[in-house]
Every structure is written in structure tokens, then in C-alpha cells.
């Protein structure tokens, strides 16, 4: 069945220094999209990707969508203790507006 | 500010017990869905729902059931409650070609 899969599943890093979170799908997808969950929290829509090769920045954080539309990465520049949490990438699956989730990444950042 | 609620934040149960978890959106969506997240696994579908009364099995629905009698709510039945069902269960909701899940706070359901 359709798989999405993240790499790292965990990253440790010191504040000030740069992340990425790389996701890739079995099958090609018509769009990804990344969350933020928090330790203890609930995941939080980031941001959702449509077009192939796209890229989109929000502050320090960066997403590009990959050509094929089965790859996708989230770049952090100059981590803060913020960042702190794990991210996960989601892509349709089947129809009815359901997502399949890759395992995520989870984020330390160390002062 | 929009929400998903969702009923309890805790819950310990007993293995057979039948448990009802309830959850609760205000932002008028379509879809309404339950996963369960545990460690390593990520986020994996148990059901979900596209309209009143609509359900779909998603990924691992055995041992679940839901309902879905009104638009805003939608709840996740453990027919008779075991041990391997320990989890974090979140709800989440959606409108039909919107973008982003809403998620709820998320229920930690400990079975013993």
C-alpha cells in the first residue's frame, strides 16, 4: 500500500545550528503538507505544498515539494529552542480528503 | 478562534470495558477523522467521516467503531477495551477541498 516515510526520525542539534526533515511517498502525490507537534501537544498545520518543485518559505523555515511530487523537505536555518518538536509530512491518500502521515522527525535543540 | 474539542484529556479504563470518546468541531467541516499515535508508528487512521451518518474504515479499525448522528460530532467507540489499545487517540476535522487538518488536544487512553 501507499507508504510515506520520513528520515531522520530524531535530530539533535545545537541552537543556531540548521535542520532538515526529508519525506518521501511511495506514489506520486498531488500535494504534501507538513505539521508541528509539540512535546505534549497536538499537531499543527504548517503548510500545505501543490506544485511541482515548489517552494515556499515561512520565517526560517523553508519546504520545497519535490519535481516528481514524491519527495518533499523542511529546512530550518539557525535553530531556536522553539523548534522543539516532532514534524510530520502528510499526503492524500485514497480520496474523501483523508492523509497518510509519515512517522515524523523529531527535533532537539540543545541551548 | 476555531476548535476541535475533544471530551477528555485522560482516561484510564479497564480491559473490556466499552469506552466512548467524543469529539466536537465548530467550524461547520465535512470530515471528521480518528487516529492514534504511538510512539515510532506516527499517525495512523482508525475511521473517518465525510458526511452525517457517513463512515469509511481507515487503516486499523479493528476493535473500533464510530457515529456520526450530527455534522460537528463525531465519536470513536472501543467496543470492548484491551490493553494494545493504550494509546494517544487525536480527532481531527477538515473541510472538503480545504487544506490543513484542525486537530483536537488529543486523549491519552490508558487501558490496565
Known amino acids: 500500500g501507499q507508504q510515506v516515510m520520513q528520515i531522520p526520525q530524531y535530530q539533535h542539534v545545537q541552537e543556531g545550528e540548521d535542520f532538515t526533515t526529508y519525506c518521501n511517498s511511495s506514489t506520486t502525490l498531488s500535494n504534501i503538507q507538513w505539521y508541528k507537534q509539540r512535546p505534549g501537544g497536538h499537531p499543527v498545520f504548517l503548510i500545505q505544498?501543490?506544485?511541482?518543485?515548489e517552494v515556499k518559505k515561512q520565517k526560517r523555515l523553508t519546504f520545497q515539494f519535490g519535481e516528481a511530487k514524491k519527495n518533499s523537505s523542511l529546512h530550518i536555518t539557525a535553530t531556536q529552542t522553539t523548534d522543539v518538536g516532532t514534524y510530520f509530512c502528510a499526503g492524500p491518500s485514497g480520496g474523501y480528503n483523508k492523509l497518510i502521515f509519515g512517522a515524523g522527525t523529531r527535533l532537539a535543540v540543545h541551548p | 478562534d476555531v476548535k476541535v474539542t475533544q471530551s477528555s484529556r485522560y482516561l484510564v479504563k479497564r480491559t473490556g470495558e466499552k469506552v466512548f470518546l467524543e469529539c466536537v468541531q465548530d467550524m461547520d467541516h465535512e470530515n471528521m477523522f480518528w487516529y492514534r499515535q504511538d510512539p515510532g508508528l506516527g499517525l495512523r487512521l482508525i475511521y473517518f467521516?465525510?458526511?452525517?451518518?457517513?463512515?469509511e474504515k481507515g487503516d486499523i479499525p479493528e476493535g473500533y467503531s464510530v457515529s456520526r448522528e450530527k455534522k460537528e460530532r463525531f465519536s470513536l467507540i472501543l467496543e470492548s477495551a484491551s490493553t494494545n489499545q493504550t494509546s494517544m487517540y487525536l480527532c481531527?476535522?477538515?473541510?472538503?477541498?480545504?487544506?490543513?487538518?484542525?486537530f483536537g488536544s488529543g486523549t491519552r487512553l490508558t487501558v490496565v
Open positions: 467521516s465525510y458526511d452525517v451518518k457517513m463512515k
Open positions: 481531527a476535522s477538515r473541510t472538503t477541498g480545504g487544506s490543513g487538518y484542525t
Open positions: 505544498l501543490v506544485k511541482s518543485g
